[in-house]
């Protein structure tokens, strides 16, 4: 599928899930597979080629006890048995076409639920990575990716095999029934009159199976959540030996999915219980009057025979659509899930028509008066009445105690979040009248906590710029003092990073960081204590090649260790999101201010 095709895809599902997402929510129906279906309609070829598979199936299914009926009665009865081989030869023949259909409507629609599946993934990925980090302060990622992984397979499941099975049990019934008709009005007429008994299980019990579906899927989602977040912090477990209590927790959840799905499954099989024993007690009924007929001569051994066949095939067909309901709950449950994801809109996007930022960048960042809490935390203000002008070149280190509100600047710089009040502005064009991406493509940044993907290291190095040739890429790593231990890697850039840079050590992964930042050429420079938690020799080289890449770039600088930030052009101090000093480091000493203090406890402690 081309890009243009898939941001299209991406809109109609969005579009589809808005109408979907609140029917998730009240649980009543099966709107939710309407968004699963609109997905579906967009490759019709296949759905053409399986619903044509799919009732020649069903149709050479539905001829074997005609093909029955007439071994019996022209075969044995009439033929004496003398033509009983063409008739047969006619049974083999249904029996292959049958066996063809059967085998092009399993590829056709394991084709459409894996297709429908990949681009609701895709659908849903591509939304999220539009979405503001709030939204991920208040959904869990690993819940998150359990929607796409769980709720996507029940979905492929849905389409690729639940519906085609219901559309074929379906035909098989209705066909059936007519064709019973045909045998004998009186006897069908009979087995008809149950029909209104067997729906009513299904609509009553239907609604509790689907309410329990989707808090099975809720279940399994916390499961998830719980593994991927204890894997995560695996170390952190054993170093504080709570391995047992981690172990009790996930199999208090485990239960707790074990619980929602034992109701669950006693519920679907009181359904399909109710269901078949009232349609087979209605087919045996029928049947003692049908034996009644044949004994009085009203009716012929072969026509019986394919009236009991027909019957049984029909008993089946609505039999399993009992069960296929329950499934089709559960996928209604899985795609309002997956709708409520489709249907986020990003708080932060940009203007009809943005304004465009000035060209050439001069990399001059304002805050002026702006007002701002999170939206997880409202009680409590980040910034509050803060101004500041950083000028084009300019290298500014911003200190203070923890909770001061550093890294709210680098958020609101970064256009993560919009102010509450106040205005923050790049080369003079205030940010939301401005694109994000086109923000973000003037600002490179180095953060603590480096984030190195589970990628080679050409990958990991091109993030900063991803049209880098090899060439670029060992420039940037020879300004970053990465090239040495890059080179010596088992595969050079090709090599396997690991998850989240297990190969590397700190100082090297902080070194990558640094190496995509040159890569990413901006104007503007943000790090956010890039030499924290290094040994004296990588701070050392991670120094140095901060060094060469803050030159010529406006530099906002947090830092948590003083010694870092002394040749600073101003250093912020800030305190509960306020300015409350600045200056360089000997002014700032000499005030005996909050810095001064800040100072002395760090410099003194390492001297003692």
């Given at each position: 599928m081309s890009e243009a095709g898939s941001e299209r895809a991406v809109d109609t599902a969005r579009a589809d899930a808005t109408d979907s997402a609140a029917p998730a929510r009240s649980g009543r129906n099966l709107s939710d597979l309407g968004m699963v279906w609109r997905m579906a309609v967009r490759y019709p070829g296949h759905i053409a080629a399986a619903a044509v598979a799919?009732?020649?199936?069903?149709?050479?299914?539905?001829?074997?006890?005609?093909?029955?009926?007439?071994?019996?009665?022209?075969g044995f009865v009439q033929g004496g048995g003398g033509d009983i081989g063409r008739w047969f030869q006619y049974l083999l023949l249904i029996v292959v076409v049958m066996a063809i259909a059967t085998a092009f409507r399993f590829y056709f629609v394991s084709w459409l639920g894996e297709r429908v599946v990949a681009d609701l993934r895709l659908a849903?990925?591509?939304?999220?990575?539009?979405?503001?980090?709030?939204?991920?302060?208040?959904?869990?990622?690993?819940?998150?990716?359990?929607?796409?992984?769980?709720?996507?397979?029940?979905?492929e499941q849905l389409?690729?095999?639940?519906?085609?099975?219901?559309?074929?049990?379906?035909?098989?019934?209705?066909?059936?029934?007519?064709?019973?008709?045909?045998?004998?009005?009186?006897?069908?007429?009979?087995?008809?009159?149950?029909?209104?008994?067997?729906?009513?299980?299904?609509?009553?019990?239907?609604?509790?199976?689907?309410?329990?579906?989707?808090?099975?899927?809720?279940?399994?989602?916390?499961v998830g959540a719980m593994v991927s977040e204890v894997l995560g912090a695996m170390k952190i477990v054993q170093a504080f030996g709570?391995?047992?209590?981690?172990?009790?927790?996930?199999?208090?959840?485990?239960?707790?999915?074990?619980?929602?799905?034992?109701?669950?499954?006693?519920?679907?099989a009181v359904m399909t219980a109710t269901v078949i024993g009232l349609i087979f007690g209605a087919i045996a009924l029928v049947m003692w009057q049908g034996a009644l007929d044949v004994a009085a001569g009203r009716?012929?051994?072969?026509?019986?025979?394919?009236?009991?066949?027909?019957?049984?095939?029909?008993?089946?067909?609505?039999?399993?659509?009992?069960?296929?309901?329950?499934?089709?709950?559960?996928?209604?449950?899985?795609?309002?899930?997956?709708?409520?994801?489709?249907?986020?809109?990003?708080?932060?996007?940009?203007?009809?028509?943005?304004?465009?930022?000035?060209?050439p960048a001069r990399g001059e960042i304002r805050f002026d008066h702006v007002e701002f809490r999170y939206p997880t935390r409202r009680e409590t203000s980040a910034l509050a009445d803060f101004s500041l002008t950083v000028k084009p070149g300019e290298t500014v280190a911003v200190v203070g105690p923890s909770g001061a509100g550093k890294s709210t600047l680098f958020q609101l710089i970064q256009r993560f979040y919009d102010p509450d009040a106040g205005r923050v502005l790049l080369d003079g064009v205030a940010l939301p009248d401005a694109d994000p991406a086109d923000i973000r493509e003037r600002i490179a940044m180095v953060p603590q906590e480096t984030v190195i993907f589970a990628a080679s290291a050409r990958d990991n190095l091109r993030y900063g710029n991803w049209d880098a040739s090899d060439e670029a890429l060992?420039?940037?790593?020879?300004?970053?003092?990465?090239?040495?231990?890059?080179?010596k890697l088992p595969d050079g850039l090709?090599?396997?990073?690991?998850?989240?840079?297990?190969?590397?050590?700190?100082?090297?992964?902080?070194?990558?960081?640094?190496?995509?930042?040159?890569?990413?050429?901006?104007?503007?420079?943000?790090?956010?204590?890039?030499?924290?938690?290094?040994?004296?020799?990588?701070?050392?080289?991670?120094?140095?090649?901060?060094e060469r890449l803050m030159t010529d770039r406006t530099t906002i600088v947090i830092a948590h260790r003083l010694a870092t930030v002394r040749s600073a052009d101003r250093i912020i101090v800030m305190e509960d999101g306020r300015i409350v000093e600045q200056g360089d480091h000997d002014s700032l000493t000499a005030q005996g201010g909050l810095y001064a203090r800040l100072a002395r406890l760090q410099f003194d402690g390492a001297l003692a």
């Open positions: 799919m009732l020649v199936a069903a149709g050479a299914t539905l001829a074997i006890p005609s093909s029955f009926r007439l071994i019996i009665d022209r849903v990925q591509r939304n999220l990575l539009r979405l503001s980090p709030s939204f991920f302060e208040e959904n869990r990622p690993s819940e998150i990716a359990s929607r796409l992984t769980a709720d996507t397979t029940i979905i389409v690729g095999t639940t519906i085609s099975v219901a559309m074929r049990n379906l035909v098989m019934g209705v066909g059936g029934i007519a064709y019973l008709f045909s045998l004998s009005p009186k006897l069908t007429g009979m087995l008809l009159v149950g029909i209104p008994v067997v729906i009513m299980p299904i609509v009553i019990l239907g609604r509790r199976v689907r309410t329990i579906s989707r808090s099975s899927q809720d279940r399994v989602a916390d709570q391995q047992n209590r981690e172990a009790g927790r996930f199999g208090a959840a485990v239960e707790a999915v074990f619980g929602t799905a034992r109701r669950r499954i006693m519920l679907r009716m012929s051994g072969g026509t019986i025979a394919a009236f009991v066949l027909t019957g049984g095939l029909v008993a089946g067909a609505f039999g399993a659509l009992t069960e296929i309901y329950g499934d089709l709950l559960r996928g209604a449950g899985a795609a309002g899930r997956l709708a409520e994801l489709l249907a986020q809109k990003p708080v932060i996007a940009a203007p009809a028509t943005p304004s465009p930022l000035p060209v060992w420039a940037a790593a020879e300004a970053a003092n990465a090239a040495e231990f890059l080179r090709d090599t396997f990073m690991g998850e989240g840079g297990a190969r590397l050590s700190g100082g090297q992964r902080q070194r990558v960081a640094i190496a995509r930042a040159i890569l990413r050429d901006a104007p503007v420079l943000l790090l956010d204590e890039a030499t924290s938690a290094l040994d004296a020799q990588s701070e050392r080289l991670v120094q140095q090649a901060l």
